[in-house]
């Protein structure tokens, strides 16, 4: 049951608003006083708070600003008698949800209380998924190989360098080029990524910069590249190396002079984007190849981070395992499977060429094929099983 708390000095208005609300099936505290609200502020967590203005002692306006300061997602819903704009101006600006004049009207209130509630619970569960999707990427490990990875993020991640990240398929480079975001002070802004090596070499200039309306036979309407998307934020270029010579160039002049011009475009825009890149080539062959510009590699390679494969961190499998144990189980909406230390020590035995994302289908493979503890024998069965 939704809670809301009332903070008026007028008893009769306290009165008739408990009883609406009791009536609409919420749960209702009261308070005579600012600081009366503010000490139950303290103790409980409220859906929605419905405030006073012009109090005595302490008015609306500094309970709002000292709550916003305890509880700054709790929607406060500000009411006056002596309501102005400039008054609701002002709460707004503090971070009130809305603002109601006494006597409130009956619809206008109920509407307003159930809004402030969609909103609380839109930010509840919106923590609540970044929890998850941050637990999802998490950097499991504490290898010494892993550890200097973590190390370089922390250094890198507050500046605005661009990151070159090298290393096999599957070892991680994904979280990594994440982890560099989300500790950024671009985290507030988005996080595109693009597959270089998944976009057919034609298209690759239409999806990083965009495309004009009538540019080429199929561009019905105009589309804002991802370069424009990430404006604010990060555009991670997973697959660098296998990028064109052409878009190449354009990537350059991107990084060059901060604007991009969109296909059949003559219009130079302006973007402000940190570039991070990810490769399993050694783009020193492919320079040597005439497959990569000399001049980009040194333009993304301001930092250079290189992920491990598996095999060079086996001392990460059971933390790993472990993991993926957890992940499968909340996906299947089940209790982790245990795993034996003599399942952990075949693992960490075994060649591992498809690195963590081979690890991570081989656990879920044993999880469903295994009996209610993942055994040596069940690793031994299934972690390679013999195809045909």
């Avoid at 189980?329 to 963590?356: F, H, S």
Wanted: hydrophobic share 40%; glycine share 6%.
């Amino acid at each position: 049951m939704p809670k809301i708390l009332i903070i008026d000095d007028e008893r009769a208005i306290r009165s008739t608003l408990k009883e609406i609300l009791e009536f609409e099936n919420y749960n209702v505290d009261e308070a005579e006083d600012g600081e009366k609200g503010l000490q139950l502020l303290g103790k409980s967590k409220y859906d929605v708070v419905l405030c006073d203005i012009k109090m005595p002692g302490m008015d609306g306006i500094e309970v709002l600003e000292k709550a916003m300061e305890m509880t700054p997602d709790t929607p406060f819903i500000m009411v006056s008698a002596h309501g102005t704009i400039d008054t609701a101006v002002e709460a707004t600006k503090k971070g009130a949800y809305d603002f109601l004049q006494k006597p409130p009207d009956l619809n206008r209130l109920l509407v307003t209380v159930r809004n402030a509630l969609d909103k609380s619970n839109l930010v509840t569960e919106t923590k609540i998924l970044k929890k998850k999707i941050s637990k999802t990427y998490e950097m499991v490990g504490a290898s010494p190989a892993l550890t200097r990875v973590k190390q370089a993020i922390e250094k890198v991640a507050p500046t605005d360098a661009r990151v070159l990240i090298t290393g096999p398929n599957g070892s991680g480079k994904e979280l990594v080029a994440r982890a560099i975001h989300e500790h950024s002070n671009r985290s507030h802004g988005p996080l595109i990524e693009v597959n270089c090596a998944a976009i057919p070499s034609e298209l690759i200039e239409s999806e990083l910069f965009g495309h004009e309306k009538g540019s080429f036979t199929s561009a019905v309407k105009q589309r804002i590249g991802k370069f424009e998307q990430a404006n604010g934020g990060t555009l991670f270029l997973d697959e660098v190396g296998d990028m064109s010579l052409s878009a190449q160039a354009k990537v350059l002049r991107a990084l060059q002079e901060h604007k991009i011009t969109r296909v059949g475009g003559d219009k130079d825009i302006q973007v402000d984007v940190r570039v991070v890149a990810a490769t399993n080539k050694n783009l020193l062959e492919e320079i040597e190849a005439r497959n990569f510009r000399e001049d980009l590699y040194h333009r993304l390679g301001v930092i250079l981070i290189h992920v491990p494969p598996l095999n060079e961190r086996r001392e990460d499998i059971p933390d790993l395992v472990q993991k993926f144990l957890n992940d499968i189980a909340n996906d299947y909406g089940n209790k982790p499977k245990a795993i034996t230390p003599e399942a952990l020590q075949y693992l960490q035995e075994l060649d591992w060429r498809g690195n963590v994302r081979e690890l991570r289908n081989v656990v879920e493979r044993l999880v469903i094929m295994s009996g209610p503890e993942i055994t040596a024998e069940d690793a031994k069965a299934y972690a390679r099983p013999v195809v045909a």
